[in-house]
């Protein structure tokens, strides 16, 4: 690809401008050129096949690979994985080249075929390659070793790559989820940390459920969690290290604490200080634990979050009478309202590409999930009904993971959906679930 | 409480039963009547439609004379005023006639001006059975007395055509002023290009507005080629910004409709170089995935042998 000139809107202009004024097209209709526009959206056909097992005991491990690339793949929306019992050809061999012909026959337009290996030292060795089946041309491929109880994280990373080279953007499939697990009858929830992968597997419990947690967070090094905890006082701002379980307060405040979240560079902690009736935003500093206040005003200021580069902040606030999303700068300041329609705005999050805030709307007995740009403008409802609340983006900042409760006697679920609109999916998990929070990638 | 019982109350009161029954009659008949489900028409797959060159040069033809001619709405300069009204008004000038034509002749004219231009076509001798199958409309408003008959003979184009005769009288008249000017309108024009508006799109030509939509409908090879590709055009992209994305590409085909070699890629615009060329690559995929287009008209080879394109994602979201 490296000899496609990419030219700015400028350029590319002046010299198409240029050519037409000195030599013209060569095609006989000097009007311009045929424009294609797709009239919808329609997913990609891809054909995904068996991984081959390197040995007869890597069947298992071969196909739970090839299982999860095409769960994640379609589950993205943007390809659709094709039936294998459609297949024509059956890849015994990835090192020989696929015939192509038969692929093109079932409409696929990309190729995977991967192989399973055990080696002599009990590691797993997984190989893919991703084929464009129109040209015949080899896209993209790679090999990796690791212990075998490590194939689904594999997967993910395979199912990334794939994903990258026929978008051009970066995945989202190797990433974790840390969500509240609710278990129980709903008058006596049972609320618990957990962690998943982004697919609903591998959960874990971080907490015992014995103290009503809330708003867990990542730190960008995804090795910590900051979250709010009820314990036996006010609620407080803890941080969890995931690898050794240990867990801290942060910092010593008088009133409660709550709504925080990392700044992107992982040093600092964002949160809401209660100071009587009113709620004020605060960052401290992990290392010097030094506290700077950011707003004081005579309103609830909370659920604040960085915009990528650090350099501003989105925040809830009811200064102005009922709660909107305002925008000021990291170090405080002069804050700009930027949501005006009608209905309340909360919970907002900066997007992990900067170009959108995804926000919770209140209105007309309707909860709904929406991305507005940072200026306010281009506001865009994604999902609407009862109760939809919380949003997160996917690390590539092309999906917002959110919950949905019903009410009444059932419990919230979690459910992403494309910042199209498109696409909404239900997220597997083992009983309720509220306040996700996704992951950066994690390779 | 027994049936018999029952029964006895509702005679007491028979207002009460025939209210009853006459509710329940109703009830029952919405059930039926309102429960039916819409017939579900299925979806039908895209086509793509071989259409020969013949066709299509000819309405182009027609279309750029018509354009050419725009400027000479002479003719309808003779009406004067009345060619701003043209654009709009010429139904609602014909309605107001129907309600008024026999009292006043003098409408007429005002209408038939704009007509008139099949009226000077008489020297050509072609358009005088078109005129005559148009005015049937207005001749029927002039004998609304003969209405009955017209309807009763379905000879009544031939009356028609005869009350066509009685016409060319006025517009003769009305030629004493305008003669020389509508001779050099007709001396002026195409034959060829007044055979061919003068069939498709005479209202609009006499009308004097311009015959755009008309190309814009005209299903062309392009058309079919584009519809093809677009099959297989599937670019996964779900961002807010897929309008900002373009690809210009350039397409060589062999005379059987196959690709005859890579097409090219001239240039990709976008805020994003790796997506802009992930689109550039999947562009490519779908022109050479959907190929042969054998349906290109091999005798115009030469105008698609070469195929500058542009690809979007415009109407994507």
Redesign the interface.
């Known amino acids: 690809m490296s000899k496609v000139p990419f030219v700015t809107r400028r350029r590319f202009m002046i010299a198409t401008g240029s050519a037409v004024a000195g030599l013209g097209f060569r095609s006989a209709w000097a009007q311009g050129r045929l424009k294609i526009d797709p009239d919808n959206f329609q997913p990609m056909p891809i054909a995904i096949s068996n991984f081959v097992a390197g040995s007869p005991a890597d069947g298992d491990a071969g196909a739970g690979i090839t299982g999860v690339i095409t769960n994640n793949l379609k589950r993205s929306g943007l390809f659709a994985p094709i039936d294998q019992a459609a297949f024509i050809e059956h890849i015994t061999n990835i090192d020989v080249s696929p015939q192509f012909a038969s692929w093109k026959q079932i409409n696929a337009q990309a190729l995977v075929t991967g192989r399973a290996t055990r080696q002599g030292d009990g590691r797993l060795k997984v190989e893919f390659r991703l084929w464009d089946v129109g040209s015949g041309q080899y896209l993209t491929g790679q090999q990796y070793v690791t212990s075998p109880d490590y194939w689904r994280r594999i997967a993910h990373i395979i199912s990334d790559q794939i994903y990258e080279r026929l978008t051009g953007e970066k995945g989202y499939f190797d990433t974790r989820i840390v969500f509240i697990d609710e278990s129980g009858a709903a008058e006596r929830r049972v609320k618990r940390l957990a962690l998943m992968d982004q697919d609903g597997y591998n959960v874990r419990y971080l907490t015992k459920g014995s103290d009503l947690v809330l708003t867990p967070r990542f730190s960008p090094s995804t090795q910590e969690i900051t979250y709010m905890e009820f314990g036996q006082g006010d609620p407080r701002v803890y941080l969890y290290n995931i690898e050794t379980g240990q867990r801290e307060i942060v910092g010593n405040f008088p009133g409660m604490s709550f709504a925080p979240r990392f700044a992107p560079d992982g040093q600092r902690i964002i949160m809401s200080l209660q100071q009587g009736g009113n709620a004020n935003l605060f960052v401290m500093d992990l290392r010097s634990k030094s506290t700077t206040r950011l707003t004081d005003t005579p309103a609830i200021d909370t659920a604040p979050s960085y915009a990528p580069d650090g350099s501003r902040i989105c925040f809830e606030s009811d200064r102005g009478g009922k709660p909107q999303i305002y925008v000021m700068a990291a170090t405080g300041g002069p804050a700009q309202r930027i949501s005006f329609g009608d209905g309340t705005y909360s919970t907002p999050v900066w997007s992990p590409r900067g170009d959108y805030i995804a926000f919770t709307k209140q209105g007309g007995g309707q909860f709904a999930i929406g991305i507005m740009k940072p200026d306010g403008s281009g506001e865009r409802i994604l999902t609407s009904g009862w109760h939809n609340e919380g949003p997160t983006f996917a690390p590539n900042g092309r999906v917002v993971m959110f919950f949905r409760d019903p009410g009444g006697n059932s419990g919230p679920s979690l459910f992403t959906v494309d910042v199209s609109g498109r696409n909404e999916q239900r997220v597997p998990t083992p009983g309720y679930a509220s306040d996700p929070a996704w992951s950066p990638l994690l390779s | 409480m027994t049936a018999k019982d029952l029964f006895q109350r509702l005679r007491e009161r028979k207002g009460t039963a025939l209210s009853v029954a006459l509710h329940l009659l109703v009830l029952g008949w919405g059930l039926v009547s309102f429960s039916t489900r819409s017939v579900e028409a299925p979806q039908e797959d895209v086509i793509p439609v071989d259409i020969s060159m013949d066709n299509t040069s000819k309405m182009t033809a027609g279309i750029k004379s018509g354009k050419k001619e725009n400027p000479k709405p002479l003719v309808d300069k003779v009406a004067e005023a009345k060619p701003v009204d043209d654009a709009v008004g010429k139904i609602d000038k014909k309605d107001v006639v129907t309600s008024t034509s026999t009292p006043d002749p003098p409408p007429k004219p005002a209408e038939k001006p704009v007509e008139k231009k099949p009226d000077p076509p008489k020297p050509v001798p072609k358009e005088v059975p078109k005129k005559a199958e148009k005015k049937p409309d207005e001749k029927g408003d002039d004998p609304i007395a003969d209405a009955l008959k017209a309807d009763k003979k379905k000879p009544t184009p031939k009356q028609e055509t005869k009350a066509a005769p009685p016409q060319p009288p006025k517009p003769k008249q009305e030629r004493v002023f305008d003669q020389s000017k509508i001779a050099a309108l007709l001396d002026k024009r195409d034959p060829a290009h007044q055979a061919v508006t003068g069939d498709v799109i005479n209202p609009n030509a006499a009308l004097g507005t311009r015959t755009g939509n008309a190309n814009a409908m005209v299903a062309t090879w392009?058309g079919a080629?584009?519809s093809a590709?677009?099959r297989?055009?599937?670019?996964?992209?779900?961002?807010?910004?897929a309008d900002q994305f373009e690809v210009?590409m350039d397409i060589q085909l062999r005379r059987d409709g196959t690709v005859a070699s890579?097409p090219v890629?001239?240039?990709?615009?976008g805020p994003?170089?790796?997506?802009?060329?992930?689109?550039?690559?999947?562009?490519?995929?779908a022109v050479?995935?959907c190929q042969a287009y054998a349906f290109l008209p091999k005798d115009q080879y030469?105008?698609w042998k070469?195929?500058?394109?542009?690809?979007?994602?415009?109407?994507?979201?």
Not at chain 2, 232 to 241: A, E, I, S
Not at chain 2, 306 to 313: A, K
Request: charged residues 25%; proline residues 4%.
């Open positions: 392009q080629f584009v590709v677009k297989c055009f599937n670019f996964p992209y779900n961002g807010q910004d210009d890579t890629i001239v240039a990709v615009r994003s170089k790796s997506v802009g060329n992930a689109m550039a690559e999947s562009a490519r995929r050479e995935q030469d105008t070469y195929i500058p394109m542009t690809f979007g994602l415009k109407d994507m979201l």
